[in-house]
């Protein structure tokens, strides 16, 4: 069975479902789609992430009434703006992963500078935490000859990849960088990072996109089941990155 790292699910908090009724048709898009358990990323600039476990557990209550079987957890989407401001705690509602091996889900931005986001991840390292970098394909800055990408990878940084790249939602550009970062081994995890129903779970058609680009059906599945799963479970080291 499938596991999503990056996923919008809770209601009313950033720009992901709005309503219950929402969540709860992506919740069973998601079954649908092969997944059996779904970390809860909401932006952590939109959200108290104090919160996070509380709402967590309500919209738990709700897909048991539903009879909707979707394991949900607790995590949080930063941001490279967010991690100053953000304390012990705040950290370790959105971290996952073994008390040796914590790890957090840090974004590259669409629109700010990479700088900033290396700064970000050093300041997280320093703190010890392990990273998943979300949606790397979709920086330009980050993609770039030099952007910074290979020193993060070097270091132990892990990727995940949007399947919504993989399909070419965001354009022929972050598809095309998704499927070569797939291609040469680079990336750990896809993650559908579904936000409603009209943008909702991939991870299907993101391993049909994967196969026909040539990886093998088994190291596509891979990365929206078996390696996904284990990061929670077993977690990841923090990268032996210089803070900046
Ligand atoms: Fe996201």
Redesign the pocket.
């Known amino acids: 069975m499938r596991t999503e790292l990056?996923?919008?699910l809770l209601p009313g908090v950033d720009d992901g479902p709005e309503t219950m009724d929402e969540s709860l048709t992506l919740a069973r898009l998601a079954v649908e789609d092969g997944t059996a358990t779904v970390v809860c990323?909401p932006?952590a600039r939109d959200v108290d992430v104090r919160t996070v476990p509380e709402r967590v557990e309500q919209l738990r209550a709700e897909l048991r009434a539903a009879g909707i079987p979707l394991k949900i957890v607790p995590g949080v989407?930063l941001a490279q703006d967010d991690i100053a401001r953000l304390g012990r705690a705040e950290l370790e509602i959105a971290a996952h992963g073994p008390a040796d091996r914590r790890w957090v889900l840090l974004?590259a931005p669409l629109f700010l500078d990479a700088p900033g986001l290396l700064e970000a991840a050093g300041e997280l390292t320093a703190r010890g935490y392990g990273l998943l970098l979300?949606?790397p394909e979709r920086c330009a800055d980050l993609m770039a000859v030099g952007g910074g990408l290979d020193e993060l990878l070097q270091a132990g940084v892990r990727l995940q990849v949007n399947g919504s790249s993989l399909t070419g939602r965001h354009g022929d550009q972050a598809q095309e960088w998704a499927l070569e970062l797939a291609r040469g081994g680079r990336v750990s995890v896809v993650a559908s990072?579904a936000?409603r129903p009209t943008r909702g779970p991939v991870l299907t058609l993101a391993v049909a996109a994967l196969v026909q680009a040539g990886v093998t059906p088994e190291a596509a599945e891979r990365m929206v089941a078996a390696t996904p799963r284990c990061l929670l479970e077993e977690g990841l080291a923090a990268p032996s990155l210089s803070r900046r």
Do not use: A, L
């Open positions: 990056h996923f919008h990323t932006h989407e974004e979300g949606h990072d936000h």
